[in-house]
């Protein structure tokens, strides 16, 4: 197989995305770091959009967290990040549609909502986002520890990397997981003790400082 290349940057949580299915199906690859504030002309000849992840392998040029990490995983056969039945893959897909339509967008409109106001509707909405995920949990913790039974999949990938960031959000926000959502924090706790997570984990002070722009001179 080719070399795989992934176009990166620690900061950004959708190529945490990627690199975190390369790693989960144990493939070799080379991780080039993006200066997004100051994007090499290279770059994006390579990629007009100028976003990471872009994942390069030969001629071919893939955008696009999620599209990226489909493809990974049909890169090789083990171990496999979808579930086997063709329902229980549509309902991962259902579950990452869900995480890209309704969390990650409250995630975002709460760092940079500015008046206290704003930021409590936003708190509020975000928190009962944070309770569906929990029951969902809930719901399958007989089945294992993640979405999909005892092995990691395509599902905690998508999600997980804005819980790494999280820490940031509550300094900036003060919004605390509630300690209520067992099913949620008990995941959590399980995917940071995974090889994946904890070799590329950044300190959330490098996540303070990255994401002030965000949370303080919010445009
Ligand atoms: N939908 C894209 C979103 C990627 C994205 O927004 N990446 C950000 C960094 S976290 C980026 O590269 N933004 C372009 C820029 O900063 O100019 C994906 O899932 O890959």
Redesign the pocket.
């Given at each position: 197989m080719e070399n795989i290349e992934l176009f990166s940057?620690r900061v950004?949580?959708?190529?945490h995305r990627s690199r975190l299915a390369l790693m989960e199906k144990n493939l070799p690859f080379t991780l080039i770091e993006i200066d997004?504030r100051n994007k090499p002309d290279w770059y994006l000849q390579l990629n007009p959009a100028?976003?990471?992840?872009a994942l390069r392998q030969g001629n071919f040029i893939l955008?696009?967290?999620?599209i990226i990490n489909e493809y990974i995983n049909e890169c090789c056969a083990e171990p496999a990040l979808l579930p086997a039945t063709a329902q229980q893959r549509a309902d991962a897909r259902l579950w990452i549609d869900y995480v890209g339509s309704k969390f990650i967008p409250l995630f975002y409109r709460l760092l940079k909502a500015q008046k206290k106001e704003d930021q409590d509707v936003v708190a509020a909405n975000l928190c009962r986002v944070l309770a569906v995920l929990d029951d969902e949990l809930n719901r399958r913790k007989r089945e294992g520890p993640y979405w999909f039974g005892w092995q990691v999949g395509l599902t905690d990938i998508a999600l997980y990397p804005w819980f790494e960031r999280w820490a940031m959000l509550e300094h900036y926000r003060g919004l605390v997981i509630p300690d209520n959502l067992t099913s949620l924090l008990g995941w959590i706790e399980t995917m940071q003790g995974r090889d994946a997570i904890r070799l590329g984990s950044e300190p959330v002070d490098y996540y303070i400082g990255e994401y002030a722009d965000y949370a303080v001179r919010a445009k």
């Open positions: 940057a950004c949580p959708f190529a997004l100028g976003a990471v992840p955008c696009e967290s999620l």
